[in-house]
């Protein structure tokens, strides 16, 4: 019975001092999870989700491709805007050489009057809705629409409120035919308030060369069409 209690004793020691050693891997591997453990926890939400999402070189390429086209989209925007701009402005120096060559001075200076004042209601006349049509890039068809209602409802008031101050211009500056020199350019209001919206979604597309385009044959239009009137005497 000694024996056999020594044994048991022995065997338990065994047992006991068994539990108590570990196995120096499994240790290892305890302190990496709990190393791996503080360092996920002193990281930001932004970049656990930033090293959760896998950086691709596709991704990294469509990237660069988006920034270049971007950069091309730019250089050729404003170099076919500056073009535009030097042709309207050549075609209304000529314009307005050829009409002040045959109108008559008392002529000349009627247009001048008109354009003074509706220099100033072009001001106030769009009310900044290409700016909004361009910065806010959501909206729907259906918003589209009524921002372009808008657009020609300003115009029409400008048209109206023109008319209105006509007679007055023409009794302020004591020339009768000033009234419907006044209402005759007025009416370009409604005609460009009709653009406003499709030009500003051309700029929020960066579609620059349909815009240069546009702006060129309007200025052509327009030294044709005073060239031509004052031919014909209107």
Not at 76 to 95: D, I
Request: charged letters at 15%; aromatic letters at 6%; glycine letters at 10%.
């Amino acid at each position: 019975c000694g024996a056999n209690g020594a044994r048991g004793m022995t065997e338990t020691d065994k047992t006991a001092s068994g539990s108590h050693e570990r196995d120096p891997r499994d240790s290892d591997a305890t302190a990496a999870g709990d190393a791996a453990g503080d360092a996920a926890g002193s990281e930001t939400p932004g970049e656990q989700l930033q090293q959760a999402l896998p950086q691709t070189p596709v991704a990294d390429a469509r990237a660069d491709a988006h920034r270049a086209h971007l950069g091309r989209s730019l250089t050729h925007g404003v170099a076919w805007m500056g073009s535009a701009k030097w042709m309207s402005q050549l075609f209304t120096w000529v314009s307005t050489i050829v009409v002040a060559r045959l109108l008559t001075p008392e002529d000349y200076g009627l247009v001048g009057l008109a354009m003074l004042f509706l220099g100033v209601v072009t001001l106030f006349s769009e009310f900044g809705i290409g700016t909004t049509v361009v910065t806010l890039r959501d909206l729907s068809d259906e918003q589209l629409a009524e921002v372009n209602t808008l657009a020609l409802l300003l115009g029409l008031a400008g048209f109206a409120l023109s008319c209105a101050a006509a007679p007055l211009l023409a009794r302020y500056f004591d020339a009768p035919n000033l009234t419907l020199v006044v209402i005759a350019m007025a009416s370009n209001f409604i005609i460009s308030s009709t653009g406003v919206v499709p030009r500003a979604m051309l700029q929020r597309e960066l579609r620059f060369r349909d815009l240069a385009l546009n702006d060129g044959l309007q200025a052509l239009t327009l030294a044709v069409g005073s060239v031509a009137f004052a031919m014909l005497g209107f």
